[in-house]
């Protein structure tokens, strides 16, 4: 029996393949999302430890996100719930902070430069002249290269480098800004600093990923007659025809007019032999480590978010103050570096020593937990060739924050794919 005009196949259940199945479930089209794990949501996900919620990284969205608010208010997420949305404030231990004022954007960045503490003026007016120059070039370049490359080239000073422009290549491109894309950076610069100063608000999620995201997504495709299949591996696709057969795993064979591949980049030549598409999807990846520790439940931070610009640990947060876990604190280590080298105790016991080195009011902690992902993000580098949506396989298409785009592997660009994968389908 030959399949209906429209039966479409999502394979993988990150934000980029629900993304992807809520909007063809919303335009009436019959969608299966087929998960191979037992839980959706991909690298935005919750896991269970000493029974709290841990998040498998923890992820910040900006106000810039407009697809990812869009998506979210779609499904009736209610943001002031959900997320806790902060004006810019970088606090950097020891030495630098920033926070911008409530003048429109980009005035409200300049001034914050002004004022940041601990820039000597010459640094301020450097990092104002790059912004200023980037504005003129509409954050343009005419070729990519390295981010360090260009910082250099426009002489910002190297504590500035260290200070602001390499702690966002990390938190944004999760790659070594030595070989990052310096496009790419700007293109969130753009988006964050350029256009309204509500773009540059911090949102951190106050509530797991998975009930931040990947549930209410679920919940909303469903109710428009989708389908999701978890713990369903697809081992294989082949064309015949005018359709495509999925061998599921336990060797069941499913038909479909329509597929969207929405894996891993890494995982998409196991399933397309047939189609030889796989050869234009070569990554090299990124690392990101997150150490949890949980002290006395008396025990905050004086921010709730605060970077370092020494040893290992780059972001601290107080889930306390974020997400109400008391006394835990979450460190993120971003891009490849010397932590990969040591065991998960070692990691931990060298991150507890800088924390306690840096606030040397905390206590013994009680417990720790470190989550690795060790191909957490692509490596975002500079003139990286990334695969187009539109594959040479009519009505196989890609979906994922590594398919071609303007944003690096975020929620935001994620989202982007998968939204535009369905448009595809929906249009073809």
């Known amino acids: 029996m030959d399949v209906p005009l429209k039966k479409v196949a999502i394979i993988g259940g990150g934000l980029a393949g629900l993304s992807a199945a809520n909007k063809i479930a919303e335009g009436g089209i019959d969608v299966t999302l087929f998960e191979a794990a037992p839980q959706l949501g991909g690298r935005a996900r919750a896991v269970v430890w000493k029974d709290q919620l841990l998040d498998n990284g923890q992820h910040i969205l900006l106000g810039a996100y407009q697809q990812s608010l869009n998506l979210m208010a779609s499904v009736g997420i209610n ?32 001034f914050g430069l002004l004022s940041a503490k601990g820039l000597a003026w010459n640094e301020r007016f450097a990092a104002i002249r790059f912004f200023l120059w980037l504005k003129a070039k509409s954050f343009k370049l005419r070729q990519d290269e390295p981010l360090l490359d260009l910082l250099n080239r426009k002489k910002q000073p190297p504590r500035l480098i260290k200070w602001l422009w390499e702690p966002l290549c990390l938190a944004a491109l999760n790659t070594p800004i030595a070989a990052a894309s310096a496009q790419i950076y700007l293109n969130v610069l753009r988006d964050s600093f350029n256009q309204s100063k509500n773009d540059s608000d911090l949102l951190l999620p106050k509530v797991d990923l998975s009930a931040l995201l990947s549930e209410p997504l679920a919940e909303h495709i469903k109710k428009n007659g989708g389908k999701i299949a978890l713990s369903s591996a697809v081992n294989d696709i082949k064309q015949t025809a005018n359709r495509f057969e999925l061998n599921i795993a336990g060797n069941e064979v499913l038909k479909f007019s329509h597929v969207v591949i929405a894996t891993s980049p890494h ?11 796989a050869t ?18 008396h025990t905050k931070l004086q921010n709730l978010m605060t970077g370092f610009t020494q040893g290992i640990g780059q972001w601290a947060f107080d889930r306390g103050q974020l997400c109400g876990q008391d006394g835990l604190i979450a460190v993120i280590i971003s891009a490849e570096g010397r932590h990969q080298t040591l065991s998960q105790k070692e990691l931990a016991d060298e991150v507890i020593d800088e924390l306690k080195a840096k606030f040397p009011y905390l206590p013994r902690p009680e417990w720790h937990k470190v989550i690795a992902e060790k191909r957490a993000t692509f490596a975002c580098v500079s003139s990286l060739e990334r695969p187009k949506q539109l594959t040479k396989i009519t009505n196989l298409y890609l979906a994922g924050d590594y398919t071609e785009g303007d944003y690096p592997a975020t929620i935001e660009g994620a989202i982007k794919s998968g939204l535009s994968a369905a448009q595809l389908v929906l249009q073809s």
């Open 79 to 110: 943001e002031s719930q959900a997320l806790l949305r902060l004006p810019l404030a970088l606090n950097m231990h020891p030495s630098f902070s920033l926070k911008a004022n409530n003048l429109p954007a980009p005035i409200h960045l300049l």
């Open 267 to 277: 995982h998409v030549q196991s399933i397309t032999s047939q189609f030889d598409i």
């Open 280 to 297: 234009d999807i070569a990554f090299d990846y990124q690392p990101i480590y997150t150490v949890y520790i949980q002290y006395p439940s």
